[in-house]
């Protein structure tokens, strides 16, 4: 690798000449770890002209490091930095943190205290990962994605690929979701009334930026999706948790001064249970009767694999007071962070303006090969080979988990995880980190529970990235865990 010339600076205030200055620089790149052994340096000639002085000075300079055995000379390839130069004096990086600022002055407002479970970034060394949220490279069609992904960098695609959209979002892809996903949930929608966003909870954040503020009420589920949880509590409005049932949330206990619900109909979160045909009516009803919205999370209806997915709330939607949010980042890839939302225009302009104001647009490059990968079928075809998986792997997980005798506390129409019940006084978050010295990873349930009252007996079993083989002998482990 070759050093730039330009990354060496003349300093005005060095005490010496410009021969021991440029000694200096050397040096102290290498002693830094800036510079390493093996690394080509500037020519004399272009860091002579570089810092505009003489080569004869930097040449000097460069004979003085030779014979110090921080550089050696190669004939006419240049210079080089030295294997036996002296080794960096620091290792790692550099605390600059000095302690003169006060950050708990400056800070106005803390985003870091959010209660989540942290998936282990080494979570696939794990035999066991019960998790939830992972790709399996198994499934995942990595062949025709890379070919879509080269497609789209084709001359053809060069403006989808590096055009500035602002406000506006791939039209493939936006014809795609209108046309394909959209109709299969039962809704129809023009371009105007879909934005692309960076996954569901980017969506979720537009869509309480744009509804909520310090005197609007926000309805949400519990248990219920941390990430909502702190984006709401994030805009100071009222959050009234309500309750889930066997049936999703219950509308009988909407608080009166509703703003706005936020809710997982076809798949609760985490519960995974499904809201009947007839409490969605009932929510629809009582929206229109009190003039409230609500924002739907789709997420995971593909993997309705036990049963046909029920209709969208959106579908049942005769006045636009729904706004209905889908992600192809659980059906494809976490880190695809690729979603949309749907709403009425008046709404959809309003949240294109204010992600055009903070993001402009999901990477053009990025939505172009889900485009293509979508419309040439390949998306389709992963789905059905996944819910297959999954449904195997589901089979077996249940036949486990009756085996061992654990609870589950909710179960829907497919999806990749189970909502379990340890027994009463269990504390899931010990018994996660006691559970990781056996290779079995868990998600403790106290996260998804809003307000003060974290209840800790409840965790999450997810197969989405385990192997069916090993999920009996990591369901028995488990077993004995809460047993001890």
């Known amino acids: 690798m070759a050093v730039s010339e330009e990354t060496f600076f003349l300093d005005p205030a060095f005490e010496g000449t410009l021969q021991q200055q440029i000694q200096s620089l050397v040096a102290e790149g290498i002693l830094s770890g800036r510079l390493r052994p093996g690394e080509k340096l500037p020519s004399t000639r272009r860091l002579a002209r570089h810092l505009g002085i003489s080569r004869i000075t930097v040449t000097l300079a460069y004979t003085e490091l030779l014979a110090d055995d921080y550089i050696i000379s190669k004939g006419r390839s240049g210079y080089y930095v030295s294997t036996n130069a002296p080794q960096p004096r620091l ?75 602002f406000e506006r979002d791939d039209p493939r892809l936006v014809e795609f979701i209108a046309r394909h996903s959209l109709p299969r949930r039962g809704i129809l929608a023009a371009p105007d009334e879909i934005l692309v966003t960076l996954g569901a909870q980017n969506a979720l954040w537009l869509a309480a930026e744009v509804l909520l503020g310090p005197k609007r009420t926000a309805v949400i589920e519990s248990p219920c999706y941390p990430g909502l949880r702190d984006i709401l509590e994030r805009r100071r409005s009222r959050i009234v948790p309500v309750p889930v049932d066997e049936g999703g949330l219950c509308v009988d206990k909407l608080p009166e001064g509703t703003s706005t619900v936020f809710v997982t109909p076809s798949h609760h979160c985490p519960t995974s249970v499904t809201m009947p045909l007839d409490r969605r009516r009932a929510l629809l009803d009582r929206a229109a009767a009190e003039d409230f919205l609500i924002v739907e999370d789709d997420y995971e209806f593909e993997m309705s694999f036990v049963t046909p997915p029920s209709p969208a709330l959106k579908s049942l939607d005769k006045e636009g007071r729904v706004i209905h949010i889908g992600s192809f980042s659980k059906s494809l890839f976490p880190g695809l962070r690729l979603g949309y939302i749907v709403g009425s225009r008046a709404f959809i302009e309003e949240a294109r303006a ?74 899931t978050l010990k018994l996660t980190e006691r559970l990781k010295e056996d290779g079995v990873l868990i998600e403790p349930g106290q996260a998804f529970f809003p307000g003060p009252d974290r209840r800790r007996e409840f965790y999450r079993l997810a197969y ?21």
């Open 91 to 165: 290792s790692g990086t550099p605390v600059r943190d000095t302690g003169c600022v006060n950050w708990d002055h400056f800070i106005e407002t803390r985003f870091s205290d959010a209660e989540l479970f942290r998936k282990p970034a080494d979570w696939q060394d794990y035999r066991y990962p019960f998790i939830y949220g992972q790709a399996d490279p198994t499934l995942f069609d990595h062949a025709n994605w890379r070919l879509c992904a080269l497609q789209a960098l084709g001359l053809r695609d060069f403006e989808a690929m590096t055009t500035d959209y």
């Open 354 to 427: 204010l992600r055009a104001a903070v993001l402009r647009h999901p990477p053009g490059h990025v939505q172009r090969t889900a485009a293509y990968f979508m419309s040439l079928g390949h998306y389709d075809a992963l789905i059905k080979r996944t819910a297959r998986a999954f449904a195997v792997r589901r089979e077996v997980m249940s036949e486990a988990i009756a085996r061992h005798s654990l609870k589950i506390a909710g179960q829907g129409k497919g999806g990749s995880s189970f909502w379990m019940q340890a027994p009463d006084g269990t504390d």
């Open 464 to 484: 989405s990235s385990i192997r069916k083989e090993r999920i009996p002998e990591g369901i028995a482990l488990i077993a004995r865990a809460i047993r001890g």
